[in-house]
């Protein structure tokens, strides 16, 4: 099992930055990959294999995205920089034990809200 708890939603401009956090607990090795989507079992966002901070990330968002991990608290970040209204959305963070491309993520956080106006 793992938990995850998402944070740090909020509503901001276009053009401006946010970042979320994803607080992860439980079984290491369902954890071993940690993703980020927009709406929940959607496309993914970005995703991180937790073992060696190898990324993957979705086209819309390469350059202005970026996943990256704190293995000391098992927390995994979403910098979100230029955002567009279009990046508006709740955000979950998900687990696996495996990290394809884009694994079937098992476990799933509560999401925070994500909000960029025009």
């Known amino acids: 099992w793992a938990r995850l708890v998402e944070s740090g939603g909020d509503s901001v401009q276009a053009g401006g930055s946010l970042r979320l956090s994803c607080a992860t607990s439980g079984n290491t090795a369902h954890r071993k990959c940690v993703g980020w989507f927009r709406e929940k079992k959607s496309k993914g966002v970005a995703r991180i294999y937790t073992?060696?901070?190898?990324?993957l990330y979705d086209d819309s968002v390469k350059g202005r995205f970026t996943i990256s991990q704190d293995k000391t608290t098992s927390t995994v970040f979403l910098q979100m920089d230029n955002l567009k209204p279009e990046d508006s959305g709740t955000y979950y963070c998900a687990s696996d034990s495996t990290c394809g491309s884009w694994p079937d993520f098992v476990y799933w956080g509560q999401g925070t809200q994500v909000a960029v106006s025009s």
């Open positions: 073992g060696d901070g190898s990324t």
